[in-house]
C-alpha cells in the first residue's frame, strides 16, 4: 500500500502557515453550512427525506434511467451511454469531429475530471476551457482541483496573480480580487463567444420530465450553453431523481450543505435544444454499476457533490485536496475512488481518524465514516496492504489474544518505557515519540492493584 | 447493582489510576464491581486498521470473561463502540447479550443509575475534550454537525461538581487527531490536529483538559509533555472521584 496521502500531507503540514490557513478558510464555511442548516427547523428532516428518495432512486436506477431517456429523447435530446471513462471521452470526441469543431468550453463537472477528458481531448488537437473561475485557475497552472466545490482552495489570491500575470498577461503583483475577476471574466468571455461546443455537468436529472438541472454561482454554464450550438452534458447514472417536485429537496440541501448560501445562484434547468441546436446528454457507468452491487458501499452513490465532508474533515483540512491524488478528494473521494481503482487509493481509507464528523454533516446520510472503515477490511482482504502492517497486525493480535502473553508484553513494554527512556522516546524507533513524549509508566498495572485491593480470596 | 468492569489494555497496562477512579466511583454510587481477570483487549486496534478477521480471538476471550454480565462498564467510549458494533462470536445469543449490555461509564451512570449530580469537589477551571467515539458514536452528547438540541451527559455530571468550571475549544467537538493507528501512519496531520486542539484550550485559560478517552487524552498528554504547555490532562473518571461521600 503506499503512503502517498500520509506523505503528501506531511509536505503540505511542512508550511504551516498555509495549513493553518487552509483549515480556517475551510472551518469558515463549515460554520457558514451549520448556519444555514440551524436557519431550517426542518433540517434533519429534509436530511431523512433526501435520503430516502436517492436511496429509492438507486432501488429502481434501472427503471429511472429508461424513463430519464425516453423522455428526453422526446424532447430532441440525444442520448448516449458510457460503460467507461473511455467510451465517454470518445463520444464528445466524435460529438465534436462530427462537425469539425477543435474548441470547447466546459463548465464544473467531477465526472470529467474522473474520466481525464480534458488530457484526452487536448491529445485529440481539442482545446477544452474551463469557465469556471477556480476550475480555469487550476487549469492554467496545470494542476487538478483540490476540492470539488472549491477547486483553488488551496491558492491565495497571490499565487492567482502570478498565474494570471503569467498566463493572461495581468500586471505583475497585482493581487486586487476584483481586478482579477476582471482580468479572467474578459478571459473567459472571448472564449464563451467564440466557442460552438459546451460541456456542463449534471446536478440531477429528472427521469419523468427527462430534463436535467445544473447548478452554479458563476453562471458560466448558462453563459456556455447559450453562445454554442452544442450542449453535450455529462452525468453519472446516479445523478437521477423521479420527479420535479423532489428537486425543491435537494435544491435546498445542496447549497446550504455547500456554502452556507440558501440556494447556488443558477439553478438552471435544460430539457430540449433550442430550435437548430443541438443538446447530447452522456450517461456515465464507469464502475458506479459495481458499487451498486455492494451492499456496504451503494449508498455512496446518494453523493450530490456538495462537499459539506471535505469542509468538516478535520484531516482534509490539514492535509489539502492534493494530498489525495484522485479527482474526488475527502472523505467522499475516500470511499469512492478505491472502488475505481483499489490498488492505487488504498491509501485514502486510512487518511481518517473515523471521527464520524462526515457522516452528520452528509446532507443525503450516507455513513461515510462505516464505509471507510468497511473498506480498510476489504483492502487488507484483497492484499493491498502493507507486508510490515500485515506482520505487526498478526503479532499484535496473537498476544492480544492471550491474556499470559499480554500481561508480560505489558510489564516488558513498562519495564523498556521505564528504564531505557532514550530507546522509548527515540523518533526513528518509534514514530509517536518525533513530536510527543511517551506516557509515564506506572509500576503496576491495574490488574496488579485489583488482586491486591479488591479481590476476594 | 452488580457490575463488570471492562478496563481498555492500554488503560490497564499505562493508566491504573483512571481504572482504581471508575471503580471506586462505581462502588461509591453503590454498585458492586467485578473485574473479570482475564480480559485483555476488545480488538479494536486490529479491527480499525482493516484487520477485523483477526479480531477474533480477542473477542471470544472478551465474551468468555463478560459471558453473563448484567451490567459490562468501560471507561472509554471507543472501546466500548467497538465492542457494542463489532463484537464477534459463533454464540449469536452471547454476541447479542455483550453488545447490548455495555455501557461507557458516563452513559451508565446517568442512563442507568440516573444519577445526574456528583457530589465531588474540583476547584480547577476545566476544558472538556468531546471524544469523538464517545459522541458521535454512542450519543453522549449532542453533535455540533446535527440539528437538534443541545445535550451532554459528561458536561452534564462535570457541571455538577463543587468548584469546577467547564470550558469548551472554540470547535467545541473537532477530533484530537488520535484515531488509533492513524496516530502513527499520518503522525504529522495526527499531531497538527492536536497541536490545534491544545491552542484553543490554552486560549481558554484551563489548567485541566478532561474527555472519557484516555486515548485522545494521552495523544494530548503527550504533545503537552513535549511542548511544555501549561495545563495536564484528566480523566472525567478522576473528576468524579474526588469525592469521599457517597455521591448520590
Redesign the interface.
Known amino acids: 500500500m503506499s503512503l502517498a496521502h500520509a506523505n503528501n500531507a506531511a509536505k503540505f503540514i511542512a508550511n504551516e502557515e498555509r495549513t493553518n490557513w487552509h483549515d480556517d478558510t475551510l472551518w469558515f464555511i463549515r460554520s457558514k453550512r451549520d448556519n444555514a442548516a440551524a436557519s431550517l427547523p426542518e433540517w434533519e428532516q429534509l436530511r431523512e427525506i433526501a435520503s430516502t428518495i436517492k436511496a429509492h432512486t438507486l432501488d429502481h436506477l434501472e427503471t429511472y434511467l429508461i424513463e430519464f431517456e425516453a423522455n428526453a429523447t422526446k424532447n430532441g435530446v440525444q442520448i448516449h451511454w458510457a460503460n467507461d471513462a473511455l467510451e465517454h471521452n470518445a463520444i464528445v470526441l466524435n460529438i465534436l469531429n462530427a462537425t469539425n469543431i477543435k474548441q470547447m468550453v466546459k463548465s464544473k463537472s467531477m465526472l470529467t475530471e474522473e474520466c481525464h477528458l480534458n488530457q484526452y481531448l487536448q491529445a485529440n488537437g481539442i482545446q477544452v476551457v474551463d469557465t469556471d473561475l477556480g476550475e480555469r485557475i487550476v487549469q492554467l497552472r496545470n494542476e487538478i482541483p483540490s476540492h470539488i466545490v472549491l477547486p483553488a482552495i488551496h491558492l491565495k489570491k497571490q499565487d492567482v496573480s502570478e498565474t494570471f500575470h503569467q498566463h493572461l498577461q495581468s500586471q505583475k503583483d497585482n493581487n486586487d480580487p476584483t481586478y482579477l475577476t476582471r482580468v479572467a471574466r474578459e478571459h473567459l468571455r472571448e472564449h464563451f463567444f467564440a466557442s460552438k461546443v459546451a460541456l456542463t455537468g449534471v446536478n440531477f436529472a429528472v427521469a419523468s420530465t427527462g430534463s436535467i438541472v445544473v447548478c452554479t454561482n458563476e453562471g458560466n454554464a448558462d453563459l456556455g450553453v447559450h453562445t454554442a450550438d452544442i450542449h453535450i452534458a455529462s452525468m453519472g447514472i446516479e445523478k437521477l431523481i423521479p420527479k420535479p417536485e423532489h428537486l425543491s429537496t435537494f435544491l435546498r440541501l445542496l447549497a446550504r450543505s455547500a456554502t452556507g448560501q440558501p440556494i447556488t445562484t443558477y439553478s438552471s434547468h435544460f430539457t430540449k435544444p433550442q430550435a437548430g441546436k443541438q443538446m447530447h446528454v452522456i450517461i456515465v457507468n464507469n464502475k458506479r454499476t459495481e458499487q451498486l452491487a455492494q451492499d456496504d458501499f451503494r449508498s455512496s452513490l446518494k453523493c450530490i457533490r456538495c462537499a459539506a465532508c471535505f469542509n468538516t474533515c478535520p484531516v482534509y483540512r490539514r492535509s489539502g485536496g492534493h494530498s489525495y491524488h484522485t479527482a474526488i478528494a475527502g472523505p467522499i473521494g475516500s470511499i469512492l475512488s478505491p472502488n475505481i481503482d483499489m490498488k492505487a487509493n488504498a491509501d485514502l481509507p486510512f487518511a481518517s481518524t473515523l471521527c464520524g464528523s462526515c457522516t452528520n454533516v452528509c446532507p443525503v446520510k450516507i455513513d461515510i465514516h462505516n464505509q471507510l472503515w468497511k473498506w480498510r477490511q476489504r483492502i487488507v482482504q484483497e492484499g493491498y496492504d502493507a507486508t510490515s502492517k500485515k506482520v505487526a497486525m498478526k503479532g499484535m493480535s496473537v498476544v492480544l489474544a492471550n491474556p499470559k502473553w499480554y500481561r508480560l508484553t505489558g510489564k516488558l513494554g513498562r519495564w523498556m518505557i521505564k528504564y531505557f527512556p532514550s530507546l522509548a522516546n527515540n523518533p526513528y524507533l518509534n514514530v509517536w515519540a518525533k513530536q510527543r513524549n511517551m506516557p509515564k509508566v506506572p509500576d503496576a498495572s491495574f490488574r496488579e492493584w485489583y488482586i491486591k485491593n479488591r479481590k476476594k480470596v | 447493582m452488580r457490575v463488570q468492569l471492562f ?1 481498555p ?1 492500554y ?7 483512571v ?2 477512579a471508575s ?1 471506586e466511583l462505581l462502588e461509591k454510587l453503590g454498585c458492586e ?1 467485578v ?1 473479570p ?5 476488545c ?1 479494536q ?11 477474533s ?2 473477542d ?2 472478551f465474551a468468555a470473561n463478560f459471558n453473563g454480565a448484567d451490567y459490562i462498564v468501560c471507561p472509554s467510549g471507543s472501546c466500548t463502540l467497538h465492542i457494542k458494533e463489532h463484537l464477534h462470536v459463533s454464540d449469536t445469543t452471547l454476541q447479542h447479550n455483550i453488545r447490548k449490555h455495555v455501557y461507557e461509564l458516563n452513559e451508565f451512570i446517568v442512563d442507568v443509575l440516573g444519577v445526574k449530580k456528583i457530589k465531588a469537589t474540583f476547584p480547577h477551571k476545566v476544558g472538556y475534550h468531546a471524544s ?2 464517545g459522541q ?2 454512542l450519543h453522549l452528547s449532542s ?6 438540541a443541545a445535550f451532554s451527559k459528561p458536561a452534564m455530571l462535570l457541571q455538577s461538581v463543587e468548584g469546577l468550571s467547564l470550558y469548551y475549544p472554540k ?1 467545541a ?3 484530537c ?4 493507528t ?13 497541536v ?1 486542539r491544545l491552542q484553543e484550550h490554552v486560549a481558554n485559560g484551563v489548567t485541566y483538559i478532561t474527555g472519557n478517552d484516555m486515548s485522545c487524552l ?2 494530548l ?3 503537552i ?2 511542548q511544555s504547555l501549561p495545563l495536564q490532562t484528566i480523566h472525567i473518571a478522576e473528576i468524579l472521584n474526588k469525592t469521599e461521600t457517597l455521591c448520590r
Open positions: 478496563i489494555c488503560v490497564d497496562q499505562f493508566f491504573p489510576n481504572a482504581i471503580l464491581v473485574y481477570l482475564h480480559q485483555t483487549c480488538g486496534p486490529m479491527a480499525n486498521t482493516g484487520y477485523a478477521h483477526l479480531a480471538a480477542c471470544s476471550n469523538c467515539h458521535r458514536g453533535m455540533s454537525e446535527l440539528m437538534v470547535r467537538d473537532e477530533c487527531g488520535f484515531g488509533g492513524f496516530c502513527v501512519t499520518e503522525e504529522a496531520v495526527s499531531v497538527k490536529m492536536g490545534d494521552m495523544h498528554q503527550g504533545i509533555d513535549r
